[in-house]
């Protein structure tokens, strides 16, 4: 089983790596348990968040972690 995977919208690629890797220990949920969850809500979410302000609280290291708030996409989001 491959640990990344790879998403194309638009013409453009996205790579997701560390599938397995465990965000919510208590739970044993993983970055790619939350990946299929944003997938899942996607349809439904994406049109509602076109234009809005991007501020995203990260977890690099899972939930129990250190984290910091990105508050700029990064210049290689797609509009």
Same mark, same amino acid.
């Given at each position: 089983? $491959?640990? &990344? ?5 638009? !013409? =453009? &690629?996205?790579?997701?790596? *560390?599938? $397995? ?10 970055? !790619?348990?939350? /990946?299929?969850?944003? &997938?899942?809500?996607?349809?439904? /979410?994406?049109?509602?968040?076109? $234009? ?5 609280? =990260?977890?690099?290291n !899972?939930?129990e !972690? ?5 508050? *700029? ?7």
């Open positions: 089983m $491959s640990d &990344e995977r790879t998403f194309t919208h638009a !013409g =453009r &690629e996205l790579v997701v790596r *560390n599938l $397995s890797k465990v965000f919510w220990p208590d739970d044993g949920l993983t970055k !790619g348990d939350l /990946i299929a969850y944003y &997938e899942t809500l996607a349809p439904t /979410i994406v049109p509602h968040l076109h $234009s809005r302000p991007f501020t995203m609280k =990260r977890f690099p !899972g939930i !972690g250190k984290h910091f708030f990105q508050k *700029n996409a990064p210049k290689h989001m797609p509009d």
